[in-house]
């Protein structure tokens, strides 16, 4: 059993609305804006769309949330999960998920990483967008026509592009055959070479931290691979600020592994969605809600009373 963080562009406004009708999540969340320097409260209830679209909103809301939900999922289970992994931000969620940092590390690095990436984003007029379908040799071969990079490979088919807007926008009007290109509402081209200044500003930051290894199995967006070491961890989390995304190769490691089933944390879905093209037969929960702690529950259940039996 896999628990997964997802990452920018999977929330929603008011998502954290019905959380905060549990006991205790109001203060937990007040904790978490102060580490962060982010009213989260406000902005999971209250903000509209564009300004939880803002980098230096959205990636704290995204990783306080998924903690949030963590922490509440572990209070109603007694059987751990196997391991962990996270898309993008939702890294700095794994990690803590799996120890190598603590919650407040957590949200105070992701903290700094949205600003950083927020100020990078400033200095270019760039954006992501999402390209469905199509030969991936084809797809790569236009993205470098087009001077863009392929920042995200999510599998089921789908790549991220990043870069400059008019190669975007250039992108959109002549995709490669057999594709839909979607812009993606996200403020700049991240996990490429215009990210550069926010990886030195994280890197400083991280150099303060001093991590513990993973207690569960992890695996890095670099490559897919597992990683043992807490400080090869956490300096892989900076590098990928400005380096593709493998999520196609995550999955194709979870497959690999025996995956019995998957459990997205708050705010679910996307990674769900992802891993129902690509790793089929796979049960799978999307946390969006509290009432869904009780589904993860009881799939993790199901899953260790059926490798009790084999």
């Given at each position: 059993m896999i628990a997964v963080f997802p990452g920018q562009g999977s929330q929603t406004p008011g998502f954290l609305r019905p959380w905060l009708e549990l006991d205790g999540v109001r203060a937990r969340l007040e904790q978490f804006s102060q580490w962060a320097e982010v009213d989260l409260i406000e902005a999971g209830t209250e903000a509209d769309a564009d300004a939880i679209r803002d980098t230096r909103i959205a990636q704290p809301l995204i990783v306080a949330a998924s903690v949030l939900s963590w922490e509440l999922f572990t209070q109603r289970v007694s059987t751990p999960v196997d391991g962990v992994a996270g898309h993008s931000v939702g890294e700095f969620a794994a990690l803590a998920a799996a120890g190598v940092i603590d919650a407040e590390t957590a949200l105070r690095l992701v903290g700094i990483r949205g600003r950083a990436m927020a100020?990078?984003?400033?200095?270019?007029?760039?954006?992501?967008?999402?390209?469905?379908?199509?030969?991936?040799?084809?797809?790569?071969?236009?993205?470098?026509?087009?001077?863009?990079?392929?920042?995200?490979?999510?599998?089921?088919?789908?790549?991220?592009?990043?870069?400059?807007?008019?190669?975007?926008?250039?992108?959109?009007?002549?995709?490669?055959?057999?594709?839909?290109?979607?812009?993606?509402?996200?403020?700049?081209?991240?996990?490429?070479?215009?990210?550069?200044?926010a990886v030195e500003t994280l890197r400083s930051a991280v150099a303060a931290v001093t991590p513990s290894d993973p207690a569960l199995q992890l695996w890095t967006n670099r490559d897919g691979s597992v990683v043992s070491s807490g400080a090869e961890a956490l300096s892989l989390v900076v590098d990928q600020v400005a380096s593709p995304v493998r999520w196609d190769a995550c999955m194709q490691s979870f497959a690999a592994a025996g995956v019995t089933g998957l459990i997205e944390f708050a705010p679910g879905g996307t990674l769900v969605g992802l891993a129902k093209r690509a790793l089929r037969g796979v049960p799978s929960v999307a946390v969006k809600t509290p009432e869904d702690l009780t589904s993860a529950a009881e799939l993790l259940a199901a899953a260790s009373a059926q490798g009790e039996a084999e």
């Open positions: 100020d990078a984003a400033s200095l270019a007029d760039t954006g992501m967008s999402a390209v469905i379908g199509g030969d991936q040799a084809i797809v790569e071969e236009r993205l470098a026509a087009l001077e863009l990079a392929p920042a995200n490979f999510n599998g089921g088919g789908q790549i991220v592009a990043a870069g400059a807007a008019a190669a975007l926008a250039a992108l959109s009007a002549e995709p490669p055959a057999g594709t839909r290109v979607i812009p993606l509402s996200v403020a700049g081209a991240f996990h490429t070479h215009y990210m550069a200044p």
